[in-house]
């Protein structure tokens, strides 16, 4: 065995950064098919209602058109496709009848020979519709309200909530509100898909090849082994490419009919139209604690949308479960099905409006208490999982605090509203913090020993912009104890076998697991010096589902300081201080850049962003990046993340996931320090000036 240095743990910048800065690296849209069409969508004008005709005369009359797919002539899908956790979902079924159920839903996709011929076409189609009436209006009173079909996991119900509230000497009890957002990564979503050997081959922007891959195959009633999903480089995903797109959808479908390789590309406009969304929430905390400031009681009860066509969890309720040690935790999941685009995965599911909630009561029972928000937190450590009972594998949520308060500063701040002053501005520090589940999903990876001594790593992984290939690349050095030179790495392919997407912040804890599996058993082959090539397939499904029952999760303390003019009602953030246990650092370089990501996420989240809808036409009236605003340079203060020592046990190489977690309590750390700031709570997002003043 040759000894060489470490990779993991390496800031080396990404193995492909060179091709994007060249030009060279390909994205969906940029990698050419031989012979391809182009097709554009045509969108419902109405948000609920049935086509009652389509008229494709001047369509087809257009220059460069190919023809029309419409519900009449659309190949027909296999109704029971879904996901494996939400079941059935009527999203996917495109063009497979006459009804819409929200606005902009795809009703035709018109194909061209370019893609200007294949806009211009779409837009002399004419759909007909009659109305019905639509119902988009959210909140926790509506009354189609009811549990949530779904859960990660069950509702909490320790203790008795209303007895240790009225015991408590000190509660809060407040509504907490959050918007429906949109992903908005860089790259519009694109799919390529063209038909060789009767089979369907894509290229095409999603999170996760081979889950991909399955859920096209089931849709299209094909075996897995006839459908071929690629990508070279993605822009970004944030969970709006998880599953499959309508690009995709629609794009296979123009190749069935036409029998010719056709290219869908999403506008801007589509993306927030057609894909998915956050929903929006509407969270009941209740909180009580001793004089002291021991917790008795926590309630967190969530609302949140969902759409009419498919079942989807925002589960805002699980760190409530994790956080804080209480005699009583009671957490409820409530959705209102309405006439919405279906919301799903976005930026930190869940937890970041989650912590939103959970985390501005906190800083308002500290508050009413009169004791230091921190020594809030230090007070309700728990020693195991407060509702589960079971151990934690690493626990560094205080760290991060403490960690936190002494590089942001905390020491003497005054715990009083409206103190600090600098000219007209009021000036106001906050902080919040979260858990964040960790664990790692099955997944198999292909290491093969070649005869001039390097290896190839195949794995379905994606990168969706991260630097999942540079992450892999120094782990698969590492476990085959080679230099990086050595390896040549494959991802990106729903052929290289079943593994888990990038999402839940679980790609490098999933993919390195099977990586790590593979080599060991390579390693083991390769003793017994046999002819080259040899390879070895891992399979990690068995050794994750046997993993004992134990608390798992990364942690965060965020703090803030904002500038609010009080006669605007703007605020600035000035500083954010981020310090984060995300387990060992794969790449400090890249894990720093991710968690910097999250954070002005979710300073984005806690001031600006929001998908707007008119209620009376149920459209979404902000569907571009001069109406949908998010966090720009301008907006974005220094920002010092970090992370503090931590080691996963359960994991073989100690991995949690940095990807998601800066995001999350970001907009309860600012929330807190506007209200420091100001004196007024901020208990719905974004905090936009009408709200401050
Ligand atoms: Mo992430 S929202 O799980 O892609």
């Known amino acids: 065995m040759t000894t060489t240095p470490e990779a993991i743990g390496s800031s080396w910048t990404r193995v492909e950064g060179e091709d994007k800065l060249r030009g060279r690296a390909r994205y969906t849209a940029d990698i050419p098919v031989e012979g391809m069409a182009h097709g554009a969508l045509v969108t419902a004008t109405i948000t609920r209602g049935r086509i009652t005709g389509i008229d494709t005369a001047e369509t087809l009359a257009s220059p460069g058109v190919i023809g029309v797919v419409d519900h009449r002539t659309a190949p027909r899908l296999n109704p029971e496709a879904g996901s494996p956790f939400f079941g059935p979902d009527g999203q996917f079924l495109l063009l497979q009848n006459d009804e819409i159920e929200h606005g902009g839903w795809p009703v035709a996709l018109v194909v061209a020979e370019t893609p200007e011929q294949a806009r211009a076409g779409a837009e002399r189609l004419r759909v007909s519709y009659v109305e019905q009436p639509h119902d988009i209006a959210f909140s926790a009173g509506h009354p189609s309200l009811r549990p949530a079909l779904t859960s990660f996991g069950p509702d909490a119900n320790k203790g008795d909530l209303d007895a240790e509230l009225a015991r408590s000497a000190v509660t809060v009890e407040e509504r907490y509100f959050t918007p429906p957002e949109s992903a908005c990564a860089m790259e519009p979503h694109a799919a390529t898909v063209w038909l060789e050997d009767g089979k369907i081959r894509a290229f095409d922007t999603n999170q996760a090849p081979f889950g991909t891959a399955q ?72 909180l009580g604690a001793d004089a002291d400031g021991r917790l008795r009681a926590i309630g967190h009860e969530a609302a949140f949308e969902l759409s009419v066509k498919a079942e989807y969890i925002e589960n805002c309720v699980e760190i409530a479960k994790v956080l804080y040690a209480a005699d009583a935790i009671r957490t409820r999941i409530n959705v209102v099905p309405l006439h919405i685009l279906p919301p799903n995965s976005l930026r930190a599911p869940g937890t970041a409006p989650g912590s939103f909630a959970l985390e501005s009561a906190m800083d308002e029972l500290a508050e009413r208490l009169r004791i230091d928000p921190l020594d809030l937190r230090r007070r309700n450590e728990p020693e195991v999982g407060p509702v589960s009972g079971h151990p934690f594998t690493s626990r560094n949520f205080l760290r991060c605090v403490e960690e936190g308060a002494r590089t942001f500063g905390w020491a003497g701040r005054d715990h009083r509203s409206r103190r600090r002053r600098e000219g007209h501005l009021l000036i106001g520090t906050g902080m919040a913090g979260t858990s964040f589940l960790t664990t790692a999903f099955p997944s198999s990876a292909t290491i093969t020993a070649e005869p001039d001594g390097t290896f190839t790593v195949a794995i379905a992984a994606m990168d969706i912009g991260t630097g999942a290939r540079t992450a892999l690349t120094a782990i698969s050095a590492d476990v085959l104890h080679v230099d990086r030179a050595k390896i040549r790495l494959r991802i990106g392919d729903s052929a290289l076998g079943p593994a888990w997407g990038a999402g839940g912040s679980l790609g490098t804890t999933s993919w390195s697991w099977a990586i790590s599996s593979a080599a060991k058993e390579l390693l083991a082959q390769l003793e017994s010096k046999p002819p080259l090539p040899v390879s070895v397939t891992s399979d990690t499904t068995t050794e994750i589902f046997s993993l004992p029952p134990r608390e798992r999760h990364a942690y965060s303390a965020i703090f803030a300081e904002v500038a609010v003019d009080p006669a605007t009602g703007e605020v600035r953030a000035r500083r954010l201080v981020g310090r984060f246990a995300v387990g060992r650092v794969v790449n400090p370089l890249m894990v720093r850049s991710q968690l910097v990501g999250g954070m002005i996420m979710g300073l984005s989240m806690a001031l600006h962003e929001q998908v707007v809808r008119d209620e009376v036409t149920g459209r979404q009236v902000n569907a571009d990046f001069a109406g ?30 940095p990807g998601e977690i800066g995001t999350v309590a970001v907009a309860a750390a600012v929330a807190n320090a506007v209200w420091h700031a100001t004196g007024k709570r901020q208990r719905r997002l974004p905090i936009t000036l009408d709200r401050v003043i």
């Open 215 to 286: 859920m096209l195959s089931v849709l299209f009633g094909r075996p897995l082994t006839d459908v071929r999903v690629e990508a070279e480089q993605l822009g970004g995903g944030f969970g709006g490419k998880t599953g499959v797109g309508p690009q995709l959808i629609l794009a296979t479908m123009a190749a069935l009919v036409f029998q010719r390789p056709v290219r869908v590309a999403l506008t801007r406009e589509e993306v927030f139209l057609t894909t998915s969304a956050r929903a929006a929430t509407e969270q009941h905390v209740r």
């Open 628 to 657: 949908y605003h998010f966090a720009a340079n301008a907006d974005v203060p220094y920002i010092d993340a970090d992370v503090v020592d931590d080691h996963e046990p359960d994991n073989p190489l100690g991995l949690k996931g």
